[in-house]
Nanobody, 127 residues
Framework: QVQLVESGGGLVQAGDSLRLSCEAS????????MGWFSQAPGKEREFVAA????????DYADSVKGRFTVSRDNAKNTVYLQMNSLKPEDTAVYYC????????????????????WGQGTQVTVSS
């Protein structure tokens, strides 16, 4: 079984930065593609970023390109989301997720492809 625990959310002002962390336990972390998703009140869960098994390939939603950076430390079983230049529209609950797709497959932005999810961490950006 895979367990994911996010941390690092909080209340910040527009233009500030936050770093979210997601610590994983269970099966071999380096065999999972990891993703970050956000869900604002009344909205669908949206793709934010994904990172490949070794961290060499990343993908981002257009809305966060140039502001957010996803990274991972396989030795620590942890994936990170560095969020810079935060905007009020970034306010949401942020979830990390694990995708057990075969090594070498393309990254996916589809939430349905991810098998395991954390409980989420709230990010609130005030204007």
């Amino acid at each position: 079984q895979v367990q994911l625990v996010e941390s690092g959310g909080g209340l910040v002002q527009a233009g500030d930065s936050l770093r979210l962390s997601c610590e994983a336990s269970g099966r071999a972390f380096s065999s999972w593609v990891m993703g970050w998703f956000s869900q604002a009140p009344g909205k669908e869960r949206e793709f934010v970023a994904a990172i490949s098994w070794g961290g060499g390939i990343t993908d981002y939603a257009d809305s966060v390109k140039g502001r957010f950076t996803v990274s991972r430390d396989n030795a620590k079983n942890t994936v990170y989301l560095q969020m810079n230049s935060l905007k009020p529209e970034d306010t949401a609950v942020y979830y990390c997720a694990a995708d057990l797709r075969p090594y070498g497959s393309s990254l996916t932005a589809s939430a349905e492809e991810y098998s395991y999810w954390g409980q989420g961490t709230q990010v609130t950006v005030s204007s």
